[in-house]
């Protein structure tokens, strides 16, 4: 079950929606915290129930460290504690941090390192391919924010029941974003968020439709042309090439962007604001900006719970680049245990290195250019990104540059019944349009997306303010058209789902 599927949208979502509101009704305000802590861990197990035993001890082991920390700082307020407390209590936040890195690390990295070992030692150990459980990058980076924040004394002594309902809720569970508990629990601990509010249900539903059609609609489209393109293992030219890299780094955008606006869509019906995970990050003028902009509470967390702690910019200028540097090669293989993910981390942390090196000469670029430097630069870096071997990521740059077959082929051969459009709206545009404007679709879609994300308001911008007639009309088109593609195509998880 994801955002994007009529199970989640017809059956799941408003039945979690009434039931939560009609027991606040009846007063019934724990019996609402349990159905909805209930509710999410249905939605995740739904995926795979083999693995909710996990996310539960997970959830009971860090609830008890966090509330010994919690209270441990506490009750040394107004004491001279003494240096065994202290160490003590790091040791206590040391071993919360280890179980949770050595539980993400046992599922995401086990096959990765043996992988590894075996080519540089010729060694022959079997790897297990066991199955990533779903969102444990996610909830395990919650929790270890839980603990640093406990340790800090800078949490609540919450209850379990609070606690679960804080890691679980399902409009950020799978995918983020990252959350802090000051930015959840008090929300649910005021009592204006027990009954409905028509204002946030309004706003609810009009950016879900937003986030629903930028899913279904175009990212899911541009998918099929980076599918078909990065593993295809065609030879592409200098059109297809770029067709294929453009369809990627707008697919990722309006996937993640999409399920960004689907979470605070439906974390709004239950009247609880999320973090903005996204700011318009194709705007960007260099790549530090890009990054204050692309899944921002990630890159909050990197600075926070490992940039700074590794030293941050305290130890001289050479040790900020080394952090910096090291800091992105990290967030990479977050993303993934592939060497694919590390030079993708490592690109964006050189170019950040190089960033600071280039403001210190002084010679700041006019902004078109710098823009276009940054979208060229995140747009390559995306090819690594994307691609299963480094042999498929040098086959779409070297098309890339490939300048002698510009006047070839547009695009790699896409049938369109592999679309995402419904069979009336493929017709329409071969019927309407010359074969070789179908065949160069990508672009022309790829100019649009560039047109949406640069020249308009971004979906949080459009949620300021109060919904109006022209608003609502608005969302009600994109969820028609949306739900329209839903029921047409076969529904595709979101790709940081895979993270």
Known sequence: MIFSSWQFILFFLPISFFIYFWLNHRRLIIAGKVWLVAASLFFYGYWEINYLPLILVSIFLNYAIGTGLSKAHHNSLGELQKPRRRLNRKVVLATGIVANLLLLGYYKYTDFLLSNINIALGMN?????????????????????????????????????????????????????????RQIMPQFASRWTLTKRYSNILKGLFIFAIGLFKKVVIADSFAVWATTGFDGGQTLNFFAAWATSLSYTFQLYFDFSGYCDMAIGTSLLFNIWLPINFNSPYKALDIQDFWRRWHITLSSFLRDYLY?????????????????????????????????????????????????????????????????????????AWIFFRAKTLGDAQRVLYGMIDFRSAFGQSVPSVSTSDLAWAGWMSDIFLEILPTTLVGQLPIYLAVIAAFMMIAQKNSVELLEGRITAYKLFYGGILLSVAMHFMFAATNSVFLYFNF
């Not at 967030?331 to 245990?337: N, R």
């Not at 170019?351 to 747009?379: D, M």
């Open 308 to 380: 700074i702690p590794l030293g941050g910019n305290r130890n001289g200028e050479y040790r900020t680049l080394i952090n910096i540097f090291v800091t992105f090669v990290l967030g990479g293989l977050w993303h993934g245990a592939t060497w694919m993910f590390v030079i993708w981390g490592a690109m964006h942390g050189g170019a950040l290195v190089i960033l600071r090196v280039w403001r210190f000469l002084g010679h700041p670029l006019p902004p078109a250019l710098a823009w276009i430097a940054t979208f060229t630069y995140v747009n390559v």
């Open 125 to 181: 150990f079997t790897l297990s391919h066991t199955l990533l459980p779903l969102a444990i990058s996610f909830f395990t980076f919650t929790q270890i924010v839980y603990l640093v924040d406990s340790y800090r004394g800078e949490t609540s002594e919450y209850n379990l029941l609070n606690y679960s309902l804080f890691v679980t809720f399902f409009p950020h569970l799978i995918a983020g974003p990252i959350v802090h508990h």
